[in-house]
């Protein structure tokens, strides 16, 4: 019997102005979670699309059990038992949890829908692998970590034994984190295999059995995880050394950029304050995070910060001027620079190009308009420098849509836009999410510079390491008021985490009485 359950032999596929996979050749063995990695834009995703299905490759052959299949759509990869998790999730936001679950394997008979029997299948696969969802509730309400249970039973209920997950940790919480990689070693242990693309070296240390890396499309090769370490599999994603520690040197913060008093944000979703009474200052050269588990009013916070959403009470400052009533435009105008959470639905047009979007927050300067009219060759030469400075990855550079490019490279372009506008305070939220080792060390010199340059950044993160290695002062929110405030030089990750959940102020209340 043939040790591999899916053979990808010789794989290229072109896109215009772009070779995304370049004679790459995969091979994964049956029961084992095998991690796919490289830089962003290395051509993980789209080898998995061509394992999937979505796309047809140019040439090579795909194999099963040994013998040549053909998957010309996704239903020819769920009738050869393979399923795919994406980066971006495919679910029909206004469908229930079961709806999305059963959509397109619907059981029917005479014409009418089993629901009974499919709500009990999903039930019986819920409780199986620790997959707790609620089948009535709709997707639009739900949490991203709950989104993502939905789309694993969507392979589950198809009965895949090939399991694709793209950038599956991406949008979830630590503890969210630890329970997927669990089910994936049970879904491993019960003789299905793992195709497991990530960017996190932490996390294919922890659970994958061997590493296959790509570099500019390419096959750089393939490792068992025993025998290797973090700091080969960087060297072999990015062909250098890469450092995990932020170099910043000590500085003294100046005068106050940002001044929040009492910020309160009502709830969308019930009668309770999401933030409540929310109070603190960002000076001029220093890093200031905002850590919590998400969920616990973060997101609210930086939406009202921002302007793109409203507060029942408070005031903001910058630079001493009150812009609690400003709209988004005169923020971006007073020295607000807005790396947003969903960079789909705050940081870019997807389809505007890439040098439209590099000028969304400054089109209507005289150094790019002339009349009410855009000056082309000064937009496109600012996004050139942009697209090198930031090594942003695309098939046809500056006019490049953005929605075809990759998450990664997506990323870098609003970084890159947010952080060159040069503006007071910079307002980074989840900065690095889905970035490779290389991007993320460069992302981090450039947040380290603009604090280096006298300027404020109020950085919002749910990785610990980075919350730890970057900022210059740590305040934890939990349930939408601020309960610590930490010095990362005298504190621990373990400290920190015990805020986040909430131990630490039940423990002090409790003290109190």
Partial sequence: MNDYVIEMLHITKTFPGIKANDDVTLQLKRGEIHALLGENGAGKSTLMSVLFGLYQPDSGEIRKDGKKVDINDPNDANALGIGMVH???????VFSVLDNIILGAEDVKMGVLKKKQAREKVKALSEKYGLRVEPDALIEDISVGMQQRVEILKMLYRDNDILIFDEPTAVLTPQEIDELMEIMRSFAKEGKSILFITHKLNEIMAVADRCTVLRKGKYVGTVNIAETSKEELSRMMVGRSVSFEVEKKDITPGSVVLEVRDVTVPSKLHKKDVVKNVSFEVRAGEIVCLAGIEGNGQTEFVAALTGLDTMSKGRIRLNGKDITHMSIRDRAKAGVSHIPEDRHKHGLVLDYTLEENMVLQRYW??????GGFIKKGEVRRYAEKLIDQYDVRS????????????????????????????TDLLVAVQPTRGLDVGAIEYIHKQIVNVRDSRKAVLLVSLELDEVMNLSDRILVMYEGEIVGEFDPK???VQELGLYMAGARKQEVESDEE
Avoid: Y
């Fill in 365 to 370: 300067e005289p150094a790019f308009q002339d």
């Fill in 490 to 492: 005298h504190t621990t």
């Fill in 395 to 422: 098939g046809q550079g500056p006019i490049t849509v953005a929605r075809s490019m990759s998450g990664g490279n997506q990323q870098k372009a609003i970084v890159a836009r947010e952080i060159d506008r040069g």
């Fill in 87 to 93: 980066q971006h999730f495919k679910l029909v936001e």
